[in-house]
């Protein structure tokens, strides 16, 4: 492990009730990014995650690959970086605070940029 965040609690995105302990690793790997995944869903059942098809619902465990120092990433069962992260405090707040100069490969924008365009007074769109 290179870096990793402090925990913060968030609430929940849909239907779950439960509030959210959330963070981010910088990791190094020699695995690609669905060999990665495979690793890191063996680990979420190991803590009893179990996949029931029910987007958003209450979970144990939930990682994601959200960047990749490879750049982009996009087949059926994966894309990286993560469709969604870009509009997401939980997502952003822990990963600025141990890779705020890392740069998404879409935007070319930095996670410190991309965070403060998400959380100012008025949304950059």
């Known amino acids: 492990m290179e870096a990793v965040s402090r925990v913060i609690e968030t609430p ?3 239907p779950s009730r439960r ?4 963070a981010a690793a910088v990791l190094e790997s020699s695995l690609d990014p669905p060999e990665l995944l495979d690793l890191l869903q063996d680990i979420e059942s190991a ?5 029931r098809g029910a987007r ?3 979970r144990v465990l939930d990682l ?3 960047l990749w120092s490879g750049g982009a990433w996009a087949e059926p069962r994966l894309i990286v970086p993560h469709p969604q992260f870009r509009a997401r405090t939980f ?3 822990p990963a600025t605070q ?3 100069d890392w740069r998404d ?3 070319g924008l930095t996670l410190a940029q991309l965070q403060a365009r998400l959380t100012r007074a008025d949304p950059l769109a």
């Open 91 to 93: 997502v952003l707040a």
């Open 19 to 22: 509030r959210y302990a959330n």
């Open 47 to 51: 803590f009893g995650r179990i996949r």
């Open 105 to 107: 490969p879409i935007t």
């Open 98 to 100: 141990i890779a705020s």
């Open 12 to 14: 929940p995105l849909g």
């Open 56 to 58: 958003w619902g209450a």
């Open 64 to 66: 994601d690959i959200v």
